[in-house]
């Protein structure tokens, strides 16, 4: 079955630094990956909708120069959360499209938790 | 190797009737379970949960239960209302980690 691997699973970052989280679609190719944000228990916020070879669509209320999106392959999404802050740490997951037999199916990554001191 | 399944893409109801949407999972280890709603451009809404301490949990018309023998989760929706159509993910968490089902599409008929 269609798998979506996230990584890092975890990273402990110095305030004002940048980190980079990859999502791959690992057998399959994904036009479209979408970033979340969770707080625990709580529902997924949509961040930004990423499309291959354009710019990413981001929500509103997201700051598209914190949260960089490159869509640069089929099976690769990253998201750089630059010159990161305590009240970004939070919990990152990414998921991928795939349409099959005319039905669209959405796959997630484990997530991400990032911690920033 | 998909963790968590959910073998039914799409599901049918009649408005009134009960929904019961399904999960599979092959480990043990998880220590939450949780059922999203998602409606189309949106992100999943988180519906309910339980711990893998408990069988059931209820909430209104949303009622979760967990059969951890089979290692199957289930969502029943009882009345079943057209605003309750949408996508609808079962997610297991363990260790920081979240694995999620592919979604069921529900839809609810007037």
């Known amino acids: 079955g269609a798998v979506v691997s996230q990584h890092p699973s975890w990273v402990i970052c110095k305030s004002g630094t940048s980190v980079k989280i990859e999502c791959r679609s690992l057998?399959?190719?994904?036009?479209?990956m979408f970033w979340y944000r969770q707080f625990p228990k709580q529902s997924l916020m949509l961040m930004a909708t990423?499309?291959?070879?354009?710019?990413?669509?981001?929500e509103q209320g997201v700051e598209k120069d914190k949260f960089l999106i490159n869509h640069a392959s089929l099976t690769l999404s990253t998201l750089t959360v630059t010159s990161a802050h305590p009240e970004d740490s939070s919990f990152y997951i990414c998921?991928?499209?795939?349409?099959?037999?005319?039905?669209?199916?959405?796959?997630f990554g484990s997530g991400t938790q990032l911690s920033v001191l | 190797d998909q963790q968590v399944k959910q073998n039914s893409p799409s599901l049918s109801v009649q408005e009134g009737r009960i929904s019961i949407l399904n999960c599979d999972y092959t480990?043990?280890?998880?220590?939450?379970f949780l059922w999203y709603k998602k409606y189309p451009a949106e992100g999943p809404t988180f519906l309910i949960s339980?711990?893998?301490?408990?069988d059931k949990n209820e909430d209104g018309r949303f009622t979760v239960f967990l059969n951890k023998s089979a290692k199957h989760l289930s969502l029943h929706i009882v009345p079943s209302q057209p605003g309750d159509s949408a996508v609808y993910f079962c997610?297991?968490?363990?260790?920081?980690?979240?694995?999620f089902g592919s979604g069921t599409k529900l839809n609810v008929k007037p």
């Open positions: 480990n043990s280890m998880f220590d939450y």
């Open positions: 339980i711990s893998s301490i408990k």
């Open positions: 990423s499309n291959e070879g354009s710019k990413a669509t981001y």
């Open positions: 057998d399959f190719q994904a036009t479209t």
């Open positions: 997610a297991l968490y363990n260790f920081n980690k979240f694995y």
């Open positions: 998921s991928a499209s795939s349409v099959s037999q005319g039905i669209e199916k959405l796959f």
